[in-house]
């Protein structure tokens, strides 16, 4: 964001604006809005948001055995996406030995 808000202000600005738009308008408890953000910030590998998040979280009342919980949650559910992903790309991966398949990649 260092970037932008050198050279494209207005864009940050207005991402402030939405921050407060949610904090206004949020219909959820601050520990749970956190949570939330903790995961996303790991699924997005954020180091500086899963640090804030974390301490944020803290600071709400979350507990760090509710955090680890979260942290196993998200690496859980990630697992098991990619692995059903990675099945349906490769579900026809017969035809791929067969050469039937152009894989569409370099080398």
């Known amino acids: 964001m260092r970037l932008l808000a050198d050279f ?21 408890d601050e520990k749970t809005y956190q949570f939330i953000c903790f995961a996303l910030s790991i699924k997005a590998r954020s180091k500086p948001c899963v640090r804030k ?8 009342g979350a507990t ?10 998200v690496m ?3 697992a098991g996406a990619d692995d059903c992903w990675t099945h349906e790309v490769l579900s026809d991966w017969k035809e791929i030995l067969e050469g039937n398949i152009e894989c569409d990649c370099e080398a």
């Open 8 to 28: 494209f202000p207005e864009f940050t600005g207005k991402l402030d604006e939405v921050d407060e738009l949610y904090k206004e308008k949020r219909l959820i």
């Open 53 to 60: 998040h974390f301490k944020e979280a803290l600071e709400a």
């Open 76 to 78: 859980r559910e990630a």
């Open 64 to 73: 760090v055995k509710e955090l680890a919980y979260i942290l196993a949650l």
